[in-house]
Every structure is written in structure tokens, then in C-alpha cells.
């Protein structure tokens, strides 16, 4: 007889066990569904090729197979900037099909500065004026030329960039050749000139006040990401697509711009 009661006892207490886990199971608050973001625009950016058209090429076909919308380089396509070296580089960008916008680099400017001309001017005759304004579904981008080490950014340049970051968009990019800040490096805009130096904080100033969303830039070989001094810009320095003088290797950029306005970069390494 006590056998029996100590089973009957033994079911009752599995039976509530598995009634009361089975009752907490079906009050658990489900987890919420996480809302699913949609690529906006994708654009790749890249920098320094310094006459390496072959790695050039390879990193535009595979930004193309990326999806992009587009691309902008940020400067330095050629050694000493002759017109040959820009016009060959310029074939790379035109041959992939892609959508392309480039402003110049300091190299970019050589041979025109030696030849006592507008040291533009060669950059000029293979791409045309580099300062404008990219918008595409609230986004915007603005190409400002600061690729002279002698020289400041230009009036016309500096009321583009400043008129523009005046008008709303959703986010703002703003992208140069030279950064004018790091945390870590010296090899900055200004480092050979003391007006140009005071106008890179003046840059620096302008893009805080307007609240940019994200600089970018070229010229280190060296990706890497961090926050004006003041910690209020978010800014990216683009790895070099040249193997040469490249810790890192060859590589490219690309920005992803979701439909909720968040945005990523990604540091790519070119196959």
C-alpha cells in the first residue's frame, strides 16, 4: 500500500512539473523581430595607385563585382603626374564601366609644377574639375581638392564645400586628398606649409560645425578609422591600392548606406 502511494505521488509531481514548465513556456515573451535593412547605395573608394594600373584595374573589376554604385578616388593615380601617367590611369577607371569621380593628389601635381605651370593643370586636361558634389537618395558626398602641399584650398573650392554643407541631407560625406587631422601620423594637410596647417583646422572647424556624418581620405597607404581630436568627426584615412611603400598590402574601400541612413565601411583587400 505504501508502494503505491509513493508511485501515485512520484506521476502527480512529474505530471505538475511538466504542466508548469509547459504553462512558463507558453507565457515567455517572444523575441522581438529584428527589422531587416536594405543596402540604399553602395560606392567603393580608392586610392594611391602611383602608376600600379595593373592592381588599379583589379580593384575596380572587384569593387564591380560588389555591387556598387559607383566609385571616387581620392587621389595619387600616378608617380610624378605626367600626362601620360594620368591619362592611363584615367583608361582604367573609363574601361571598368563604372560610374567614377576623382579629385587629385599631391603626386597628381609634379610634372605641371615643374614645367612652371598651374600645377593642376595636367590633372585638369585628363579629369576635369574635381570639386563637386555627389547626391544620390539623401546622401551626400562632397570632393574637395587639397592635394597642393603649397598651396590652400582655392576660394571657389572652399564656397562650394561650405554652401553645401548648409543644405540638409540625410548623412554628408566629405572627402579629400590629405587629412587634416591624425592622431598618429604627421603626414597631414599643412605638414609643409604653416597657411595651408591653419586652413586645416579651419576644415576641421567647418565639418564639426555642419555635424558631417564621416570624412575620408587618401594619402597614408594606411586604412584606418578614428575621431577628429575633439572627438566629434568620425573620419577614415583609405589604404593604398600600390604595393608599394604598403604595410598593408593592396586594398580599396567601400561604404554601405542602408535605407534607415546607418552606414558602414569596409577595408578590402585586392585578389
Given amino acids: 500500500m505504501k508502494k503505491l502511494l509513493l508511485l501515485l505521488l512520484v506521476i502527480l509531481s512529474i505530471a505538475f ?10 507565457v515567455s515573451p517572444k523575441p522581438a523581430l529584428l527589422k531587416q535593412k536594405f543596402v540604399l547605395i553602395r560606392f567603393a573608394l580608392v586610392a594611391d595607385s602611383h602608376s600600379d594600373n595593373e592592381l588599379l584595374r583589379r580593384a575596380l573589376e572587384q569593387a564591380k563585382g560588389k555591387g556598387i554604385n559607383f566609385v571616387v578616388g581620392l587621389g595619387d593615380y600616378t608617380t610624378i603626374g605626367t600626362d601620360e601617367e594620368l591619362l592611363a590611369a584615367k583608361l582604367k577607371f573609363r574601361n571598368s564601366k563604372l560610374e567614377y569621380y576623382t579629385i587629385p593628389g599631391d603626386h597628381d601635381l609634379w610634372d605641371s609644377r615643374d614645367k612652371g605651370e598651374d600645377p593642376l593643370q595636367n590633372y585638369l ?41 548648409q543644405k540638409p541631407a540625410k548623412l554628408t560625406f566629405v572627402m579629400t586628398h590629405r587629412t587634416p587631422f591624425h592622431p598618429d601620423s604627421s603626414h597631414v594637410m599643412g605638414e609643409l606649409n604653416a597657411q595651408v596647417a591653419r586652413q586645416a583646422k579651419e576644415l576641421l572647424k567647418l565639418m564639426t560645425k555642419a555635424k558631417v556624418d564621416g ?57
Avoid at 570639386?131 to 576660394?155: A, C, F, M, Q
Fill in 17 to 26: 512539473g511538466y504542466t508548469y514548465a509547459k504553462d512558463r513556456t507558453s
Fill in 125 to 165: 586636361d585628363a579629369f576635369g574639375d574635381p570639386n563637386r558634389v555627389i547626391e544620390r537618395n539623401g546622401v551626400k558626398i562632397i570632393l574637395v581638392d587639397n592635394s597642393d602641399n603649397y598651396k590652400r584650398i582655392t576660394p571657389g573650392s572652399w564656397s562650394m564645400a561650405t554652401e553645401s554643407l
Fill in 215 to 271: 570624412f575620408f581620405a587618401g594619402d597614408l597607404h594606411f586604412f584606418g578609422q578614428y575621431k577628429s581630436e575633439d572627438g566629434k568627426l568620425k573620419m577614415t584615412t583609405v589604404g593604398a591600392v600600390t604595393d608599394d611603400k604598403n604595410f598593408q598590402g593592396p586594398r580599396f574601400a567601400s561604404v554601405t548606406v542602408y535605407d534607415d541612413y546607418t552606414w558602414e565601411v569596409e577595408d578590402i583587400e585586392i585578389r
